[in-house]
């Protein structure tokens, strides 16, 4: 069997993922181009495959003609000024729904056919800041002032699988200045309900549930869940909301009603649990405590309010520690090796296109670790290097066209 990673690779996005077609149907809004879309995204879409750094990184490749055998013979690739100038105008809804389809694929494929946690297909919430930048800003640019330093960036919310599997980014939203409150938690629930009502649009029949965190623990973001037919769980607020202080005296009044030894990082685990009704919200809630005693003695608690009525505690304390997955390996990782803390580009539409590419790039390498490897591989980062080794070798044996627009 041949070992080239990187032949494999992207046999695997053509073969099973087709995205040598959505990128050659992307359209933008230049004038006489002279490279077609597909062309100028492309180099850029290896370059989140290969973890590039910058696009100076990414312009040094293209002049090394490190991607000629993707492309037919004699093609000329863009500069980077011309890829930058694209990514301005770019078609951000072709993009998007290239994104749609990697992941409307997995669901065909069955990759979440048997759920992420005990059977149910598990999504998360998060807020996060990106492109942050000194020097560089754009008119849509959120800004902090830090002594006579502005700093610009965006925000918005992603929304991943998490559990087992591959753990797929589904969509996010950005944050809309002058749409969306400027006070920091009624913002991002904004545009939170935003990016879940069009995940559930798009992504039907995708997930069970979604998790999300305390600035949720409330009857918008609940309401918003139940209308839309999906069960949430969130961590309850430590507030002054009535309905909610007298569910957790009831709670912490009632008797345990499960209690695990030895339960995976904790001595034991006691369940309580009582049923209420939130203000604003019809239907009765659940309303539950884990008390954890830790191997060093220590005790902590995790409080959540969900929808759900009927699931399983021990699958409930999965989920929510499970959302930590989207702090710690998908944000982290998004962050450190896609270079979403990295300011590539601002203006137009650049900073949702390049933010697309990045997700496209990370549910790809997602999907092919997990499914195409099988898992062989430990890291991502050994990932990388075992590419960027076969992009070496087939630059110099190998005869392989990826896009033949
Ligand atoms: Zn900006």
Redesign the pocket.
């Known amino acids: 069997m041949r070992k080239n990673y990187f032949v494999k690779l992207v046999n695997y996005m053509k073969n099973v993922y087709q995205i040598d077609h959505g990128l050659n149907q992307l359209s933008d809004g230049r004038v006489n181009p002279t490279y077609c879309t597909g062309q100028v995204i492309l180099p850029v879409l290896f370059g989140f495959l290969l973890r590039i750094k910058s696009f100076n990184e990414l312009n040094f490749m293209i002049k090394n003609y490190e991607f000629t055998k993707l492309f037919p013979r004699g093609t000329k690739l863009p500069q980077i000024d011309a890829i930058r100038d694209t990514l301005k105008v770019l078609d951000l809804e072709g993009l998007k729904q290239v994104n749609q389809n990697v992941v409307k694929t997995a669901v065909e494929n069955k990759v979440f056919d048997n759920g992420t946690i005990d059977g149910y297909t598990v999504a998360a919430i998060d807020g996060t800041k990106f492109?942050g930048?000194n020097k560089?800003?754009?008119?849509?640019?959120?800004k902090n002032t830090k002594g006579n330093k502005i700093h610009?960036?965006?925000s918005g919310a992603v929304i991943s699988i998490v559990g087992k599997g591959p753990k797929l980014v589904i969509g996010f939203e950005m944050y809309r200045p002058g749409e969306d409150s400027a006070s920091k938690d009624e913002g991002e629930l904004n545009v939170v309900k935003r990016l879940l009502s069009s995940t559930m649009k798009s992504q039907k029949r995708l997930m069970d549930v979604v998790v999300y965190d305390t600035l949720a623990c409330n009857s918008v973001w609940i309401n918003h869940c139940r209308n839309l037919g999906i069960d949430t769980i969130v961590r309850a607020k430590n507030n002054n909301n009535k309905s909610l202080r007298s569910a957790r005296k009831k709670t912490n009044k009632s008797k345990v009603v499960n209690v695990w030894e030895d339960e995976k990082g904790f001595e034991k685990v006691e369940v309580y649990e009582s049923t209420f009704t939130m203000d604003n919200v019809d239907q009765p809630l659940r309303f539950v405590k884990f008390a954890m005693k830790h191997k060093d003695k220590k005790r902590t608690q995790l409080m959540i309010v969900t929808t759900s009525m009927d699931m399983a505690h021990k699958t409930l304390f999965k989920i929510i520690r499970a959302r930590w997955d989207i702090e710690n390996s998908i944000f982290n990782n998004l962050k450190s090796e896609c270079g979403l803390e990295h300011?590539f580009v601002?203006?137009g539409k650049a900073?949702e296109a390049v933010l697309n590419l990045i997700i496209i790039a990370s549910n790809l390498m997602q999907l092919f670790l997990v499914r195409r490897l099988r898992n062989q591989l430990t890291t991502q980062r050994e990932m990388v290097r075992l590419l960027l080794k076969g992009l070496y070798l087939m630059k110099y044996k190998e005869e392989l066209v990826f896009s033949s627009s």
């Open positions: 492109f930048s560089k800003s754009c008119p849509e640019c959120l610009s960036f965006h300011c601002h203006g900073v």
